[in-house]
């Protein structure tokens, strides 16, 4: 099973700053990665998947890098709706598995 | 629109069954693989099951291998999860998942979900 850990986690960042999200896999997941937002009391939405590709509907300030084992997330200018947690996935080596989770808050 | 509802979530007492469904609407559910996610209060994501369009396959995680059963009725554009032998550590809001193509598990959209307690 590959283990998938983020960091770090919990970021402060003052709206309209740059934040930077971390994923590490255990083994190589190649590009099979994906991002995800939960807001409290709502399900995840999908972000970014294939490491770099912005779902439907996303915002370009949300964009996603990396291969192999390491990938970030980067949001380049935090509005207040972006306060948030972030999970990343792996989709390459079965199971599917999620990251432990970043909380993006307000500093 | 893409719409997944999901319900029958209680409270259930250590060793009972739950059936959970999920009701789909917008899109052509018999195309797509469907996924049980659950998240135990304050904690993370955890992927368990997952189910191919046809319904012909299903998958597992061990940590409810032989106790949950994942089915799909296409004609009712509707996916089940059958949940036996509940332990305390199944507590979680429960979420079906649409698959973002027909095998990626890749989730495009989520339920609401569905919160299951799991208690004496």
């Known amino acids: 099973e590959v283990v998938m850990t983020q960091s770090p986690a919990t970021l402060s960042v003052s709206p309209g700053e740059r934040g930077t999200l971390s994923c590490r896999a255990s083994?190589?997941?190649?590009?099979?990665l994906a991002w995800y937002q939960q807001k409290p009391g709502q399900a995840p939405r999908l972000l970014i998947y294939a490491a770099s590709t912005r779902a439907t509907g996303i915002p370009a300030r949300f964009s996603g890098s990396g291969s192999g084992t390491e990938f970030t997330l980067t949001i380049s200018s935090l509005q207040s709706e972006d306060f948030a947690l972030y999970y990343c996935?792996?989709?390459?080596?079965?199971?599917?598995?999620f990251g432990g989770g970043t909380k993006v808050e307000i500093k | 629109e893409v719409q997944l509802l999901e319900s029958g979530g209680d409270l259930v007492q250590p060793g009972g069954s739950l059936r959970l469904s999920c009701a789909a609407s917008g899109f052509t559910f018999s195309s797509y693989a469907m996924s049980w996610v659950r998240q135990a209060p304050g904690k993370g994501l955890e992927w368990f099951s997952a189910i191919i369009g046809s319904g012909a396959s299903t998958y597992y995680a061990d940590s409810v291998k032989g106790r949950f059963t994942i089915s799909r009725d296409n004609s009712k554009n509707t996916l089940y999860l059958q949940m036996n032998s509940l332990r305390a550590e199944d507590t979680a809001v429960y979420y079906c998942?649409?698959?973002?193509?027909?095998?990626?598990?890749?989730?495009?959209?989520w339920g609401q979900g569905t919160l299951v307690t799991v208690s004496s």
């Open positions: 083994q190589t997941v190649n590009s099979k």
């Open positions: 998942a649409k698959d973002l193509s027909n095998w990626d598990l890749l989730f495009d959209y």
């Open positions: 996935q792996q989709y390459n080596v079965w199971p599917p598995g």
